[in-house]
């Protein structure tokens, strides 16, 4: 393994009774990255393991496995699934770990070096794929905090199609912890500099949603014209520059930016929070047009402006804080028997209506030949107030003449 001397874990280790570590795919400063065989299963996993280093700050501790099991609850596609979380005992450590399944591709840091920059559908595309998993997890409480073009992963789906996994909520914050503990807020540095909001620039803690949607923009932007909107020599001239210059126009990189997606990424740069997409479905609104047939791909119910919602989600079409996209019209072809359905229906209702009209509810005396009220009756509609406030109409008639004494009254009504 390289960097195998900064793991306590070796090549062959089999981890947690069960996990055999086959290889090293990456090591961050929280976390590394190996691929492993579950022996059971015979399964290729990715392990997640945290750092050594990180193992004496009990806050770091913590909050690696309460928000692991946070994760375990996403079920947007777009998220990399988590397997398994637990801890293991590694050389006399107690090493918290978590299994997520293994993918294969690239993510689009190393895309943008290889290739490129995207074309805007394609970037339109990916950039919807994104929300639908950063949607849930707000919708979680979960603010991710890292988005980057090195956690977002282009893999494919079985029909061949591709696929944006969003990886690694190593450093997301809980705004409403699963176990009802309140995290403690630290001030340690975290996020990449060229994809951090402002307000995360100045205070890692005092951040919501809308973090998120600023590094989404800087992605697009990236995505867009191959280049970072902010990049300096340092960290720091980094830091100035987002929180005093505005990004370079885009069109002057990439001619062939429409500009309407030009703009939806200077939105979501905008240094106040209050003028950025306020949620990551007002934003994903934004982008479907853009997408072309792409736009078709499911979006999980996402945060409302006023806050994280219940946390029940939902796979329906692109959504806004005011509501679905409208749907499709369905093809011409389709009305014939549409309409022919409809008039079936009406046709039903109506032989319904009348049949249960005629059929008296039980056989009239035989004397009683009409059940017309007698002549000096007289309907009389009059208005009345009901409980409801509305206008409403009965009938009012007048009592039969009083008969003399020896005469027939007659037949009687009882109709009214």
């Known amino acids: 393994m390289d960097d195998s001397a900064r793991l306590p874990v070796r090549e062959g280790d089999v981890l947690a009774g069960k996990y055999r570590l086959d290889k090293l795919l990456g090591i961050g400063e929280m976390s590394a990255v190996?691929?492993?065989?579950?022996?059971?299963?015979?399964?290729?996993?990715?392990?997640?393991?945290?750092?050594?280093?990180?193992?004496?700050?009990?806050?770091?501790?913590?909050?690696?496995?309460?928000?692991?099991r946070a994760a375990v609850r996403l079920r947007s596609s777009n998220v990399a699934r988590v397997l398994d979380v637990g801890t293991a005992e590694v050389n006399e450590l107690a090493i918290p770990f978590m299994v997520m399944e293994l993918l294969a591709g690239s993510d689009f840091e190393t895309l943008l070096e290889e290739r490129g920059r995207f074309s805007a559908e394609e970037a339109a595309d990916y950039l919807l794929q994104a929300c639908d998993a950063v949607g849930e997890a707000h919708a979680l409480g979960i603010i991710h905090r890292a988005?980057?073009?090195?956690?977002?992963?282009?893999?494919?789906?079985?029909?061949?199609?591709?696929?944006?996994?969003?990886?690694?909520?190593?450093?997301?914050?809980?705004?409403?912890?699963?176990?009802?503990?309140?995290?403690?807020?630290?001030?340690?540095?975290?996020?990449?500099?060229?994809?951090?909001?402002?307000?995360?620039?100045?205070?890692?803690?005092?951040?919501?949603?809308?973090?998120?949607?600023?590094?989404?923009?800087?992605?697009?932007?990236?995505?867009?014209?191959?280049?970072?909107?902010?990049?300096?020599?340092?960290?720091?001239?980094t830091f100035a520059m987002i929180l005093n210059d505005p990004p370079p126009p885009m069109r002057a990189a990439a001619p062939d930016v429409p500009e309407g997606l030009e703009a939806i990424a200077l939105r979501c740069l905008e240094k106040e929070a209050t003028a950025r997409f306020q949620s990551v479905g007002e934003l994903a609104n934004a982008l479907a047009p853009f997408a072309g047939r792409r736009a078709e791909v499911p979006l999980t119910a996402v945060d409302s402006p006023s806050g994280p919602p219940s946390g029940r989600s939902s796979a329906i079409p692109a959504l806004s804080s005011t509501g679905p996209l409208s749907p499709k019209p369905p093809p011409w072809w389709h009305l014939p028997a549409i309409l022919g359905g409809i008039v079936v229906a009406v046709a039903i209702v109506v032989l319904l209506a009348v049949a249960s009209r005629d059929k008296p509810d039980s056989p009239p005396p035989a004397a009683a030949v009409s059940v017309l009220p007698p002549p000096a009756a007289s309907a009389v509609p009059v208005a009345s107030t009901g409980a409801s406030g509305t206008s409403q109409w009965r009938s009012r008639t007048s009592p039969p003449p009083t008969p003399r004494a020896g005469e027939d009254p007659g037949p009687t009504s009882t109709h009214r």
């Not at 579950?38 to 399964?43: R, V």
């Not at 990449?192 to 923009?217: C, F, H, N």
């Not at 800087?218 to 960290?235: D, N, R």
């Open 34 to 68: 190996l691929r492993a065989t579950h022996l059971e299963l015979e399964q290729e996993v990715a392990i997640k393991l945290l750092r050594p280093e990180q193992l004496s700050r009990p806050e770091a501790v913590k909050r690696f496995l309460r928000e692991a």
């Open 147 to 237: 988005l980057e073009p090195a956690n977002l992963f282009l893999t494919t789906r079985r029909d061949g199609t591709p696929l944006v996994k969003l990886l690694d909520f190593g450093i997301s914050k809980m705004q409403r912890p699963l176990d009802g503990k309140k995290i403690s807020q630290e001030q340690a540095f975290t996020g990449s500099p060229a994809y951090m909001s402002p307000e995360q620039v100045r205070s890692t803690k005092d951040v919501d949603q809308r973090t998120d949607i600023w590094s989404l923009g800087a992605i697009l932007y990236e995505l867009l014209t191959g280049k970072k909107p902010w990049a300096g020599e340092t960290s720091a001239v």
